[in-house]
């Protein structure tokens, strides 16, 4: 699974040219190298910035939406948090390709909209022992206050029909709530990609998660 960024543009044609394209050619962006490529969906060597880290990026032409710029991360299978009692004890940094931070801030200005995924089975969790850092230096718990969902993870909401579901009945004042929802986070799009996960309360059962698009 991966994060998706998509730039949304103006117009757009897709070209049926069969002209070879340059494997070793490295571009800025995904638009950069599909408008050096025909808008030839991909995948390509992106650098963001002069001197950051290159990486082989899925980059997608579509029509009627735009620009596709496909990230994957460290984290994509399900990953199984330690045991603690500690509040935000358990630190898990979300890697994105061979990027730096600096590296995937440059980028993220060459892109439109962004949405990611994140699939999450909470055992027991309390919310207030465990908060999501977002990319633009925010934070946010179990709860998500953007108005999308009340639950971070929007599968519930889109199940009912209705953005006021909690991931779990009481969460905000229950110690133990137990749910496993896999969709949208729902925050703004300004506020992704995830890139920290700060866990805690884990001890009483198995907590496990993964980060997609």
Not at 49 to 77: F, H, M, P, Q, W
Not at 134 to 143: A, E, K, M, P, R
Request: aromatic share 8%; net charge neutral.
């Amino acid at each position: 699974m991966r994060i998706k960024l998509i730039k949304l543009l103006k117009f757009l044609f897709l070209l049926s040219s069969l002209s070879i394209l340059n494997s070793t050619a490295v571009y800025k962006s995904c638009l950069h190298a599909l408008q050096n490529n025909n808008f030839i969906s991909n995948t390509y060597n992106i650098q963001s910035r002069i001197g950051g880290a290159i990486s082989e990026i899925e980059c997608e032409a579509i029509k009627d939406v735009g620009i596709v710029t496909v990230l994957d991360n460290n984290k994509e299978n399900l990953t199984t948090l330690a045991r603690t009692q500690a509040k935000y004890f358990i630190i898990v940094d979300i890697q994105y390709e061979n990027f730096d931070d600096t590296d995937v801030t440059e980028l993220l200005k060459t892109i439109g909209v962004c949405q990611q995924t994140m699939h999450f089975i909470n055992a027991k969790a309390a919310n207030f022992h465990n908060r999501f850092l977002l990319w633009d230096g925010s934070y946010t718990s179990f709860i998500a206050n953007d108005g999308i969902c009340n639950c971070l993870i929007s599968e519930i909401c889109e199940q009912t029909n209705d953005p006021q579901q909690f991931c779990a009945p009481n969460i905000q004042t229950v110690g133990n709530p137990v749910f496993s929802y896999n969709g949208k986070i729902a925050v703004l799009p300004q506020r992704l990609p995830l890139k920290r996960i700060e866990a805690g309360d884990t001890n009483d059962g198995v907590n496990r998660f993964s980060i997609g698009k």
